[in-house]
T-cell receptor, first 119, second 116 residues
Framework: NAGVTQTPKFRVLKTGQSMTLLCAQDMNHEYMYWYRQDPGMGLRLIHYSVGEGTTAKGEVPDGYNVSRLKKQNFLLGLESAAPSQTSVYFC??????????????????FGPGTRLTVL | AQSVTQLDSHVSVSEGTPVLLRCNYSSSYSPSLFWYVQHPNKGLQLLLKYTSAATLVKGINGFEAEFKKSETSFHLTKPSAHMSDAAEYFCVVSDPDGGSQGNLIFGKGTKLSVKP
């Protein structure tokens, strides 16, 4: 199993350009997430998806859009990149979330990250 | 609302000495708590998790953490540091019975340095 993979690993954009980051998982997980990591800030949730065809906003959604057309893929789009979006982006997935009977399914599995620089 | 505070942004120890990374949390529910580790230029790897079973949780690479409800703490420890432990560590809280789909809330991270 490859687990969670992200494409590309690195990217440099100019202000105003657009791009799409691809996340793929082969664990048949229902839930997928996009985070950004900035120095001293930990990870902050951008958007997440609880299943194919559904998405929801996280803590810092502005300037980003997402789509989940297939269960195994979760795309993060930047329509008009800004320098403030320079960051490392991580995708994660989980079987589900919350509690079912006595079992808790919070554990998330992370991809290797995409380092994005916006000039 | 949930929150998590990592009390030290940077901890430095000598190889072979104990490691203590401190974490306090705030949660209205019975939380799930995690420690993740991130080695330089790598993704995040789960070290251990607490989900309301045993309060002392053992993880990978000799790490363990103790859930103390009275102190709202979940400190990470290791008896003897190894050079390969140098990394950034994140304490994470989640409310599996709460809102926001039980999403994870990350602390700001503690960078562990290990001196030879």
């Amino acid at each position: 199993n490859a687990g969670v993979t992200q494409t590309p690993k690195f990217r440099v954009l100019k202000t105003g350009q657009s791009m799409t980051l691809l996340c793929a998982q082969d664990m048949n997980h229902e839930y997928m997430y996009w985070y950004r990591q900035d120095p001293g800030m930990g990870l902050r949730l951008i958007h997440y998806s609880v299943g194919e065809g559904t998405t929801a906003k996280g803590e810092v959604p502005d300037g980003y859009n997402v789509s989940r057309l297939k269960k195994q893929n979760f795309l993060l789009g930047l329509e008009s990149a800004a320098p403030s979006q320079t960051s490392v982006y991580f995708c994660a997935s989980s079987y589900r979330s919350g509690r079912v009977s006595s079992t808790i399914y919070n554990e998330q599995f992370f991809g290797p990250g995409t380092r994005l620089t916006v000039l | 609302a949930q929150s998590v505070t990592q009390l030290d942004s940077h901890v430095s120890v000598s190889e072979g000495t104990p490691v203590l990374l401190r974490c306090n949390y705030s949660s209205s529910y019975s939380p799930s708590l995690f420690w993740y580790v991130q080695h330089p230029n790598k993704g995040l790897q789960l070290l251990l998790k607490y989900t309301s079973a045993a309060t002392l949780v053992k993880g990978i690479n000799g790490f363990e953490a103790e859930f103390k409800k009275s102190e709202t703490s979940f400190h990470l420890t290791k008896p003897s540091a190894h050079m390969s432990d140098a990394a950034e560590y994140f304490c994470v809280v989640s409310d599996p019975d709460g809102g926001s789909q039980g999403n994870l809330i990350f602390g700001k991270g503690t960078k562990l340095s290990v001196k030879p």
